[in-house]
């Protein structure tokens, strides 16, 4: 993992990843694990709001720049990945809690993320 720089501003994320935090969509980004037979990942999943639920039942996705966001660093037996048993054996490694996307890149800072790092989880091997 790379140390990025602590002055992070909104406009670190790729434009896309951070309009896809602000509809309420997780990322995802591979991070090494403990061991070679592991697979870890960390993802970012944006809070819901009743709000956010009317606009789905009115058939719409709801942007907010003000959302809160959950970070979960979570760690997996390599050989159960890809089956339906992926969550034996399974370790939750770290998990935090931001206020704002300053808080969120703040959270991200201290895990030695950077924005760059992070995925749609369709585009990685993240079980969840």
């Not at 704002?100 to 760059?116: F, I, N, Q, V």
């Amino acid at each position: 993992m790379d140390s990025p720089d602590a002055s992070h501003t909104g406009s670190d994320w790729p434009a896309d990843k951070l309009a896809a935090l602000r509809l309420g969509r997780r990322l995802v980004t591979e991070v090494p694990a403990s061991r070679p037979d592991r697979r870890a990942f960390v993802d970012v999943t944006p809070a819901r709001s009743p709000a956010d639920d009317r606009a789905r039942d009115e058939g719409w996705t709801r942007g907010d720049t003000g959302r809160r966001f959950r970070l979960k660093h979570r760690e997996y037996d390599g050989e159960r990945l890809d089956g339906f048993d992926h969550d034996i054996g399974a370790v939750l490694v770290a998990s935090a809690e931001a206020a704002d996307e300053a808080g969120l890149l703040a959270a991200l800072t201290a895990w030695g993320l950077h924005p760059d790092a992070f995925a749609y989880p369709w585009e990685t091997d993240d079980p969840s």
